[in-house]
T-cell receptor
């Protein structure tokens, strides 16, 4: 079935380190891909998205490129900050569907000063 | 403007009791979604409403779960005869429509604990 797999956490980094959170998907057709973030005590927020192959989504210094050949959408940031500490969810929406999000399990990121 | 609101924020109930969870979407948003976030299952889709169309109920885990949306606005998720495995955070989201260009905005969730 359609699914999203992302690397298990927690990921612990020092401030200004490089971040990669891996995400791969299995889906019929051509899904749209998303990264959502959940900061402590807050609701889920859309971080970035890409709707077709080779698209790059970017926001707040985070980037992810839709790679159809490897069915991946890895999240990267060149220099993390303590304020980036949160849980990150990779997700997809199937083409032609009702826009229901299919989420990965989430990856907790902890950034230390 | 106001975001998606949910009530109550926390609900503790005894096994076997019925509960109702409420979602107020962003004004003017025609699409409304319910998701569940639990330790064992992660974040999973429950049900989707779009305007006056028949809802997509494909994610509801059992017939103890039902939802309605009155007047195309407020939605209520009802869980009958609650079980301990229903303990989770129930999230509501809304968007302007079903097109992918419309972002889903999430509410803060209702944390349900079944004792």
């Amino acid at each position: 079935g359609d699914s999203v797999t992302q690397m298990e956490g927690p990921v612990t980094l020092s401030e200004e380190a490089f971040l990669t959170i891996n995400c791969t998907y299995t889906a019929t057709g051509y899904p749209s891909l998303f990264w959502y973030v959940q900061y402590p005590g807050e609701g889920l927020q859309l971080l970035l998205k890409a709707t077709k192959a080779d698209d790059k989504g970017s926001n707040k210094g985070f980037e992810a490129t839709y790679r159809k050949e490897t069915t991946s959408f890895h999240l990267e940031k060149g220099s993390v900050q303590v304020s980036d500490s949160a849980v990150y969810f990779c997700a997809l929406i199937l083409s032609g569907g009702y826009n229901k999000l299919i989420f990965g399990a989430g990856t907790r990121l902890a950034v230390h000063p | 403007g106001a975001g998606v609101s949910q009530s109550p924020s926390n609900k503790v109930t005894e096994k076997g009791k019925d509960v109702e969870l409420r979602c107020d979407p962003i004004s003017g948003h025609t699409a409304l979604y319910w998701y569940r976030q639990s330790l064992g299952q992660g974040l999973e889709f429950l049900i989707y409403f779009q305007g006056n169309s028949a809802p997509d109920k494909s994610g509801l885990p059992s017939d103890r779960f039902s939802a309605e949306r009155t007047g195309g606005s407020v939605s209520t998720l009802t869980i009958q005869r609650t079980q301990q495995e229903d303990s989770a955070v129930y999230l509501c989201a809304s968007s302007q429509g079903r097109e992918l260009s419309y972002e889903q905005y999430f509410g803060p969730g209702t944390r349900l604990t079944v004792t």
